[in-house]
């Protein structure tokens, strides 16, 4: 294996599923700007995310998928006129 390519600064680091509130600590080294106060009463940088096992169609067995970032509907607004006129 080649040296000196892994980071170093590997920590604990709280992952937060932002569709349910799901949250688990595990070691990382992703950057963070925010903290959060775990179980145990320590504080941890804190890692947003959109989607997790917990929420995750394929994991959870439900078909619907959560689109917190709205992707849907900027794509529809964006070709909405190449839409309208598709349907005319």
């Known amino acids: 294996m080649k ?7 590997y920590r604990a680091v709280v992952f937060q599923d932002m569709s349910n509130g799901y949250s688990f600590l595990t070691k990382s080294a992703a950057n963070t700007k925010e903290t959060i106060k775990w179980e145990d009463g320590n504080e941890y ?3 947003k995310l959109e989607i997790s096992h917990k929420s995750h169609p ?3 067995g439900k078909m619907k998928l ?3 970032a709205g992707r849907v509907d900027k794509f529809k607004n964006r070709y909405k006129k ?3 006129k598709k349907t005319d």
């Not at 040296?3 to 600064?9: C, G, N, T, V, Y």
């Open 3 to 9: 040296a000196d390519i892994h980071p170093k600064e």
């Open 45 to 47: 940088p804190l890692f």
């Open 58 to 60: 394929f994991y959870t």
């Open 66 to 68: 959560v689109d917190s």
């Open 82 to 84: 190449h839409y309208d």
